[in-house]
């Protein structure tokens, strides 16, 4: 099993920034892919974004694309996205997940979190 945990989210006006976190615990494993997702009221949950626990690789969904920057501290097994120029639309509850493959994918996750709100006022 593995257990993940977000913090990071809040109120924060269009425009602005917040760095997610997601802190990974129990069996985890260098040969693994944490990712992000999010869903709003009313709509489906969608990728966001993921990376590789070893190595390099990085991916984004468009949306995210020139906004949002993934980085990750082995030590500490914690993944941060990080988010710039928040509008409206990000507003949604975001999830990390973790992949037990070092591949990178939009689906295919086996373990999720709580959930963290994300509100971006306009």
């Known amino acids: 099993q593995v257990q993940l945990v977000e913090s990071g989210g809040g109120l924060v006006q269009a425009g602005g920034s917040l760095r997610l976190s997601c802190a990974a615990s129990g069996r985890t494993s260098s040969n693994m892919a944490l990712g992000w997702f999010r869903q709003a009221p009313g709509k489906e949950r969608e990728f966001v974004a993921a990376?590789?626990?070893?190595?390099?690789?990085?991916l984004y969904a468009d949306s995210a694309k020139g906004r949002f920057t993934l980085s990750r501290d082995n030590a500490k097994n914690t993944v941060y996205l990080q988010m710039n120029g928040l509008k409206s639309e990000d507003t949604a509850v975001y999830f990390c997940a973790a992949r037990l493959s070092s591949m990178l994918a939009m689906t295919g996750y086996d373990y999720w979190g709580q959930g963290t709100q994300v509100t971006v006022s306009s």
């Open positions: 990376l590789r626990m070893s190595g390099v690789g990085t």
